[in-house]
């Protein structure tokens, strides 16, 4: 596994806990529980901003650019192809 793969996984994992903190704090009952949930996911929302940055930087991720991201894309998933009729 190669850094993008590794920074990409991180980072969908980073959203995926930043959403799953969102619906957590809508299905709390206590104001106690909804404030720890906040401070987590203000921690999960740093996180993922972090990733995106490293990822931006080291040119893994082109988040202001769609057809640069796209063309990133297809050359992963040819990559990807590749690999499978090896």
Aim: charged content about 35%; aromatic content about 4%; cysteine-free.
């Amino acid at each position: 596994m190669d850094d993008m793969a590794i920074a990409t996984d991180l980072l969908l994992s980073a959203k995926a806990g930043v959403r799953n903190y969102a619906v957590a704090i809508t299905e709390t009952a206590t104001p106690e529980v909804r404030e720890v949930l906040k401070k987590q996911l203000d921690k999960a929302i740093d996180a993922h901003e972090k990733i995106a940055q490293y990822m931006i930087d080291n040119e893994m991720y082109h988040a202001y650019d769609i057809k640069e991201q796209i063309s990133h894309d297809l050359k992963k998933a040819d990559k990807a192809l590749e690999l499978t009729e090896q």
